[in-house]
């Protein structure tokens, strides 16, 4: 088993994690502890004691306790590995991950240990799922008018050869572009993962600009081992806010360049087992040197969204991306860019609300079909976070009350439409294709539940036969409201915003100013709206109509509820 790079400063507590990785410095505690007995650790003054308990729960659960025996072997075999860490040169150790599968035996990879350079041959033993290269443009040319994909299941064969499932490797490919330079904007990013797709592309010499959210060690000071990368911190505001944002920027040769919009984080696991959406936006070809400052915006406003989004982390290396936008012809781009950026924001005059929760109201407002208020606003996400006492408190209030919005005549009498959100049982998650480690992508605690009992009268499981995906567990955000009996959807949003006040904003409460929407997150995601996708009021559902195909629901409908025994999963679960 590969050593963690991060050895004694892991601060990792995703259980697939630690299947993959060993922990020379946990497996001693742990066999220490089985040799003596004790339900307890005597963990070294040096270390955090909440975190290394917390990462021990995890080691218990993957290596039980039950059999000592075997379990003290399991110890001693991993401390000897992690001691004698195998080391290779091209790509390093430390720049490609293991594809060690999470719920099954690690993978020996001692045998490449032996080669000095990767090649074709042996792409399979880092990336599970490999496609025939070159046919990509073709396959996004067939996934027209939406342009969007989930991530192809390791585990679901038959995702592999779904026309809507893509691999990070597609993304990649010639077929697409002669990629010269690239930005990856995302919350977690494993490098050495990320640089073995980019080696297999053969585009690891180009120039690539990181922007991360999360502590990434191996990042720190990468550029002076790879020149051709610059790797840099999103600084937050607040402790508790998060740059969670995952978008690719690729840049082509011929000076085009596309908009990639996720809700993977960049690291194996996320591209594994995990149920994951993307948007890829169309070949955006360079505009002539003289054209107007105007030119090649899209009907939707993507272009000029997008760069005011970019603005906003104020990265002076973001700028040379922001000049090349503004030169580029956005007009065959369908959907509406919905973001949010720290801060608190107020309506203005020219732009309406600029981001969260009320941005996609004020689109909403303007641009969708009317609905019959029976319709309900259906969420999807990994996580939710601290709602309030009860649903009105700013589900209805603050969130609900704008994703009701449509154009409607102002005036006419509203009422609310139901809640309903999807989010993975116990049962969906014991059942996946990584039994309870399934749930490593669903931060959802104990803590926060307690406090929102009324939230389980809303819940529904997650379910995704049609797409063979009900035991991949999402880690996709979505957002819509769909007609069962007309068989139509009013609108989707394809997000990396989960359902939190962090991510999409909530608004003060003092009637004496104007209403300030105060967010916290970075995020980012489309919004397809009809009469810009297809040219009609609705997107069919279940079946093509008038040649017009099915939207591509992520999960199937109709929703299945939360029956009286069921429970939403907890995080706590892998914790206790």
Known sequence: MQECPYAEK????????????????LDCIYAKGIAAGSNEYDIPAKYSNELINLQLKLLEKLFPKADKEDAAKATITRTTTAANPVRMEQPTSTQLASTSRAAGASKDNSNLAKKQKLNERNIRDYIPVVVEKGRMAKKLERAAPYNMFLTAITDSKPTHQEPLSITLQEILDESLGDIESSVQINFMIDIGWLLGHYYF??????????????????????GKFKPQVTAIKVNMPTPFATSHTKMMLLGYADNSMRVVISTANLYEDDWHNRTQGLWISPRLPALPDDADTAA???????????????????????????????????????????????G?????????????????????????????????????????????????????????????KDSSPVGRLR??????????????????????LGGGCLPYGKNTNDKQPWLKNH???????????????????????????????????????????AAWGSFNKNSNIQPCLRIANYEAGVLFLPR??????????GNARDGVPAFPLPYDVPLTPYGPDDTPFLMDYLQG
């Open 296 to 342: 090649g915006e899209s009907r939707t406003g993507f272009k000029q969204d997008l760069m005011l989004y970019l603005v906003e982390y104020k990265i002076s290396q973001l700028q040379p991306w922001i000049a090349r936008i503004r030169k580029s012809d956005f007009s065959a781009v369908n959907v509406f860019f919905v973001g949010s950026v720290p």
């Open 415 to 436: 009422q609310l439409p139901a809640f309903k959100m999807i989010y993975p049982s116990f049962g969906n998650v014991s059942r996946s294709h990584d039994g309870m």
């Open 344 to 404: 608190g924001h107020r309506e203005s005059a020219v732009r309406g609300h600029p981001w969260g929760c009320a941005r996609l109201g004020s689109l909403l407002a303007k641009h969708a079909a009317p609905i019959d208020d029976r319709i309900p606003v259906v969420c999807q996400s990994s996580s939710i976070g601290s709602l309030g006492a009860n649903v009105q408190a700013w589900i209805q209030q603050d969130f609900v009350n704008n994703l009701r």
């Open 459 to 501: 819940l529904q499981q997650w379910k995704s036969g049609d797409r063979h995906r009900s035991q991949a567990m999402p880690h996709i955000k979505s957002y819509t409201r769909f007609n069962l009996e007309e068989q139509c959807v009013y609108w989707f949003v394809l997000t990396s915003a989960n359902l939190s006040k």
């Open 532 to 541: 810009f996708v297809t040219g009609e009021e609705t997107f069919p559902l």
């Open 10 to 25: 892991c601060y990792r507590k995703n259980p697939i994690h630690f299947k993959e990785y060993s922990h020379a410095h």
């Open 201 to 222: 592309a053969g585009i690891l010499d180009k120039p690539l600009l990181v922007l991360y959210g999360d502590e990434s060690p191996e990042l720190l000071g990468i």
